[in-house]
């Protein structure tokens, strides 16, 4: 949005003509006609076009006065944010199967310019994640009656017969938001990738690019991972998410006729970017020796035991069966207890990505040996420059070159302390003034190198956007060059988390706030504030809860505050479901707030705890009004004075407008009773009368009526850390409330010694 500041003198270059023009009668009546070409009328144009040009200076004044302001408050805009996410490498085989070797930095170009942040050896080889699915309840019968003939083929076979099918997840097409939980739905708690040759014909080469490289390195795998943006259970506080200590293993074709091979080999993992599965990242993973990678036989006719047990899942194209190289298990450690694991993604040759590139180093100026030297990086149109990554060298003829210090305020600088402070937003550098900060010596030259930049919120593309690796970097001279073989990239999730750079109107309004904060999160104020500017958030209602622990429903605890945040909606929807505030939108508040809070408190974060309640009324409409369009409003009504954020309808701040300890929507805690939605019900336009209100308590769908219907105070009653959900709500016109209501939204149910995993093969029609 384009700064407009006040202007001190709004005349423009044609209201200083006119006014001219005015005067003319007044000062040289002889001049009748004044038309444009004659030379007092060029003279009138040239001194309206130089007052024209004075007054556009001075409103620049106002601007220029803001911007100090906020300098001196050290309170700078805050700059452009990378949209990032995971993509994986797709290398072509039609001429040769080699590995190829992506560095930090590669370059994809189109729609938008993203960069890869880490390494990653992109092999010829899919990978395509299976589970062993639980059977269904029909499944489960035919497998029964099955079950003596298989007990007698697999006789001597320990464990419990238990069934499964192999099910493909995370394919191309499919909705991969929900995400899939690998524990609750599969037999064994495992996710398993195969590792796909291009076709049957290059399975032997797809191998050997597995091996060692020609210096004899062992290579390394990277398997990306993408957690499901899941919702906690109500009122469930988030703190920092428990790492989970979890096994990665590969198959070695071992089988009945090799006994004396293992059948798996534990992976290393190098690097671990989900850090124990707590966020979506990429794990790179130490391959084995080539002798030790293969896959066991698929074909039942050769391996009876193929699928059976600990073995891999049996896979039933035989297509598939003939590419496959090996098997990746992704599963808990032994004696790791978990029940839910929910995964949006899994797949191989993946890289992290992220909207901002590298720029070459370059000379962003030469010293004067004035104070305050401020230099341009030349790209503030880019977004900004990356403070971690950036170097600034000063390169002085008589001492040498150096590189000096970022810091965030010079004024905390000695004389001779060689540092700099980085504008992000602006894109430049500034350097001390002899007191605060050294000042680079007269002739030196300032060198900037580590750029990079991007950033806003063009990068938040759809799931399929990218598609091509345009270059990548040269290990040997650092500079981009074409892939040696085409690389396509496959963008199974969209890419999130980018925002543009902060308005100067922004930034003033964040000043009062800041004023009584001050970055510190000590009164319940304080942390409503500072909850709506965690970073790459969008919150529209934030409750605090002082001496709530929300594990316990405890409202006693010292030292404990409980922050509940409601997530924004790009719309007003008004139907149920009501806004829940997912996983990560939970753990960046958290871990904002974290930082300020003091060293004391026990801080949750938590989502809000519903109740679900159904209404029933009938009303009497008056003449003229349509009967439909009364009906529509009156429930239309109901739900938003029932609604828990601040949406605008019913009033210039909405129907419970913003106070002091709420942002608005339906209070907290705040009991329903039926002579308030009575109430609400007789104000809708159309209405002439309205029969008792019945209120439904709602429990797992079923919906139970209230005592004292018609005929006493009926009231729904809510802790304080509790807000009702209107699932259910139907209106008719008449003299009495329907005795019942159906709710839409009934919940879905979920699936919950040693076992002998055995495939069932799915029946096709």
């Excluded at 002798?291 to 036989?297: C, F, L, T, V, Y």
């Excluded at 003829?397 to 302390?417: E, M, N, Q, T, Y």
């Excluded at 040997?476 to 496959?490: E, F, R």
């Excluded at 009773?673 to 609400?680: G, K, Q, S």
Aim: with cysteine; proline share 8%; glycine share 10%.
């Amino acid at each position: 949005m384009t700064i407009r500041p006040p202007a001190l003198d709004d005349r423009s270059f044609d209201d200083l003509v006119a006014e001219l023009l005015t005067r003319i009668p007044a000062h040289t009546p002889e001049w009748t006609h004044p038309r444009p070409g004659d030379p007092g009328r060029t003279l009138i144009d040239l001194f309206a076009w130089l007052g024209d040009t004075i007054l556009y200076r001075a409103n620049l004044i106002p601007e220029r006065q803001r911007l100090a302001y906020l300098r001196l408050l050290g309170l700078p805009m805050k700059a452009a944010t990378a949209a990032r996410g995971l993509v994986s490498l797709a290398v072509k085989a039609d001429k040769q199967v080699l590995a190829l070797q992506v560095p930090a930095g590669s370059c994809l170009d189109k729609p938008a310019p993203f960069s890869t942040l880490g390494f990653c050896t992109a092999y010829p080889l899919t990978g395509r994640a299976w589970l062993r699915r639980k059977l269904s309840a029909d499944e489960a019968q035919d497998f029964n009656r099955l079950l003596p003939d298989l007990q007698a083929v697999y006789r001597g076979t320990e464990g419990t017969p238990q069934g499964y099918v192999t099910t493909e997840v995370f394919a191309a097409g499919q909705d991969l938001t929900a995400g899939v939980d690998i524990i609750a739905t599969s037999v064994d708690a495992a996710l398993w990738i195969a590792l796909l040759a291009p076709s049957a014909k290059q399975h032997d080469a797809a191998l050997q690019s597995l091996g060692a490289d020609v210096e004899g390195t062992a290579r390394a795998l990277n398997v990306g991972l993408a957690l499901a943006l899941d919702v906690p259970e109500e009122g469930d506080g988030i703190t920092t998410r428990a790492p989970l200590p979890v096994l990665w293993e590969m198959s070695t074709g071992s089988d009945a006729s090799t006994p004396d091979v293992p059948d798996f080999v534990v992976l290393d993992a190098l690097d671990d970017g989900t850090n124990g599965l707590t966020r979506s990242g990429v794990v790179r993973l130490a391959l084995p020796a080539l002798n030790r990678i293969g896959a066991p036989s698929n074909d039942p006719r050769v391996n009876l035991n193929a699928g059976v047990g600990d073995a891999p899942p049996r896979l039933e194209s035989d297509e598939d069966a003939a590419r496959l190289v090996a098997w990746l298990r992704l599963r808990l450690q032994p004696g790791v207890v978990a029940t839910s694991l929910r995964l949006a993604w899994a797949g191989i040759n993946a890289v992290m990505v992220e909207q901002r590139q590298s720029v070459p180093g370059r000379a962003i100026g030469v010293s004067d040996g004035g104070s305050d030297q401020v230099f341009d990086l030349g790209v503030a149109a880019l977004g900004g420059a990356d403070p971690a990554r950036l170097q600034v060298v000063v390169h002085d003829p008589i001492a040498g070159s150096k590189a000096w210090v970022a810091i965030d305020d010079l004024g905390r600088c000695g004389p001779l302390d060689g540092a700099f402070q980085l504008d992000v937003e602006a894109g430049t550098v500034r350097f001390g003034d002899g007191v605060h900060g050294r000042v680079p010596p007269t002739g030196s030259r300032i060198v900037a190198t580590g750029l990079y930049v991007g950033g806003g919120a063009a990068g938040n593309l759809p799931a399929g956007t990218l598609s091509k690796l345009d270059s990548v970097i040269d290990l040997i001279t650092g500079a981009k060059k074409k892939p040696d073989s085409a690389v396509d990239v496959i963008q199974p999730l969209a890419l999130q988390g980018g925002s543009d750079s902060e308005t100067l109107d922004a930034a003033e309004r964040r000043i009062p706030a800041y004023f009584q904060h001050r970055d510190r999160a000590v009164t319940a104020e304080d942390y409503r504030l500072l909850a709506r500017e965690a970073p790459g958030t969008q919150v529209a209602r934030v409750e605090v809860l002082p001496r709530f622990k929300p594990h316990e429903r405890n409202q006693a605890v010292p030292g404990a505050v409980s922050v509940m945040v409601l997530p924004a909606r790009s719309s007003v929807d008004l139907a149920a479901p009501l806004p829940r505030a997912d996983r990560p939108l939970l753990e960046a508040v958290f871990a904002f707030l974290n930082q300020r809070r003091p060293l004391a408190t026990e801080l949750y974060v938590i989502g809000c705890e519903y109740r679900e309640i159904g209404v029933s009324v009938a009303v009497q409409l008056r003449d003229g009004f349509a009967r439909e369009q009364v009906l529509t409003d009156v429930r239309l009504a109901l739900r938003t004075y029932l609604w828990p954020l601040p949406i605008g309808l019913g009033g210039a701040d909405g129907p419970w407008p913003a106070s002091a300890s709420n942002d608005g929507g339906y209070p907290l805690g705040r009991r329903v009773t039926d002579r308030e939605l009575e109430v609400v019900v007789a104000r809708v336009a159309g209405v002439a009368g309205v029969s008792p209100v019945r209120l439904f308590e709602g429990r797992d769908g079923v919906f139970t009526e209230l005592p004292g219907a018609g005929k006493s105070l009926t009231t729904y009653t809510l802790d304080p850390w509790q807000l009702p959900e209107l699932t259910a709500v139907v209106v008719v016109e008449g003299l009495d409330a329907p005795a019942s209501v159906t709710s839409p939204f009934a919940p879905a149910t979920s699936s919950g010694g040693t076992a002998l995993y055995l495939p069932v093969v799915p029946a096709l029609c």
